[in-house]
């Protein structure tokens, strides 16, 4: 149990785009879900946490109106990266965590590349 | 603020070796501890977890023991599979419930050679 997915697993845009990446936990209510950004050779970074129904919490240097993130249902969240350019090329995961409980479970990952 | 720091990689090592991944941290408070694993093409999976002092979190082989005066929380097998090759991570939460957030060491890699 406690499987998260993430769509799509990988895709290319062109500068200027924007890009919507979706986190579905599976068998599970996740009540809070996270987003990372992992950079190569480098630790996940956390970049927002959100709650169901509330507005994403964003970690310092995070741009909110950049990295735009719904979490709309139980089971679903969406991370938004409005007018991508190549720097924010990177490996994006998100996490979910039931609540009451500090076990997160995160997904596979998606692999954005901006051109 | 939080930080956790890994042992340079990548790791290889023949079947049956003993493992040993090094993982300190610095932290305010008494955080709780984690190894995560991610397999080839998988997310992040929660390997073991230790909540206090003298704690040892387990799991298919692996131990690391919660060591706060040497703010220490070192992964060990006794004999490494090739299933074992993955990447681990070290995380440590410095909060309980709905305030707790993960913070994460850079990784390593393990590869284990038939």
């Known amino acids: 149990g406690a499987v998260v997915s993430q769509h799509p697993s990988r895709v290319i845009c062109k500068s200027g785009t924007s890009v919507k990446i979706e986190c579905r936990s599976l068998?599970?209510?996740?009540?809070?879900m996270f987003w990372y950004r992992q950079f190569p050779k480098k630790s996940l970074m956390l970049m927002a946490t959100s709650n169901e129904g509330s507005k994403a919490t964003y970690e310092q240097g995070v741009e909110k109106d950049k990295f735009l993130i719904n979490h709309a249902s139980l089971t679903l969240s969406t991370l938004t990266v409005t007018s991508a350019h190549p720097e924010d090329s990177s490996f994006y995961i998100c996490s979910g965590r039931r609540q009451g409980t500090d076990t997160q479970y995160f997904g596979p990952g998606t692999r954005l590349t901006v051109l | 603020g939080n930080s956790v720091t890994q042992m340079e990689g990548p790791v290889t090592l023949s079947e049956e070796a003993f493992l040993t991944i090094n993982c300190t941290y610095t932290?305010?408070?008494?955080?709780?501890l984690f190894w995560y694993v991610q397999y080839p093409g998988e997310g992040l999976q929660l390997l073991l977890k230790a909540t206090k002092a003298d704690d040892k979190g387990s799991n298919k082989g692996f131990e690391a023991t919660y060591r706060k005066e040497t703010t220490s929380f070192h992964l060990e097998k006794g004999s490494v599979q090739v299933s074992d090759s993955a990447v681990y991570f070290c995380a440590l939460s410095d909060q309980t419930g709905a305030n707790s957030k993960l913070t994460f060491g850079k990784g390593i890699t393990l590869s284990v050679r038939p």
């Open positions: 932290a305010t408070g008494y955080p709780s």
């Open positions: 068998d599970f209510q996740a009540t809070t």
